[in-house]
């Protein structure tokens, strides 16, 4: 576990809960103390130390997210890196906090009826295309001279 209910982030972000647990990444419930609202704070499980690329990965990751706005697109409000006790520093994403259940656990009772599979399939279809139409206009925009 990287973090820990009580944690505080940046003087800001107060750790609630763990909500999720991925293969590179924890997700935990957070309070943004200065906005008072819920948020969700993505942590990678593997610190810089272990990894300095995925620092670099992660960083890309949320600048390019940031600049996308889209119904099927998570937010990103913010980035940070917390020092662990032990010395080794943790890259984090602070994101709009979604409501629902994730696709793995709506799968568990069975395959989805086709036409929620189809809306599912196109929202989802709907969000890359948006993130790979920023990602070529980041790639290809140069600042104006």
Request: negative net charge; contains cysteine; proline residues 6%.
């Amino acid at each position: 576990m990287t973090f820990a209910p009580g944690l505080l982030l940046h003087d800001r972000y107060a750790i609630v809960e763990q909500i999720g647990v991925g293969g590179m990444s924890e997700v935990w419930l957070a309070v943004d103390q200065v906005l008072d609202r819920p948020v969700a704070v993505k942590a990678l499980t593997a610190t810089l130390d272990d990894e300095p690329d995925l620092f670099a990965a992660t960083w890309r990751e949320a600048r390019a997210t940031a600049k996308l706005t889209h119904p099927h697109i998570t937010q990103v409000y913010d980035y940070g890196e917390q020092r662990l006790d032990d010395g080794t520093v943790v890259p984090y994403l602070v994101m709009e906090l979604l409501d629902g259940r994730n696709l793995a656990d709506r799968l568990t009772s069975g395959p989805l009826p086709w036409p929620e599979a189809v809306r599912t399939a196109a929202q989802v279809a709907s969000g890359l295309a948006a993130a790979h139409r920023g990602a070529w206009c980041t790639a290809t925009s140069s600042p104006a001279t």
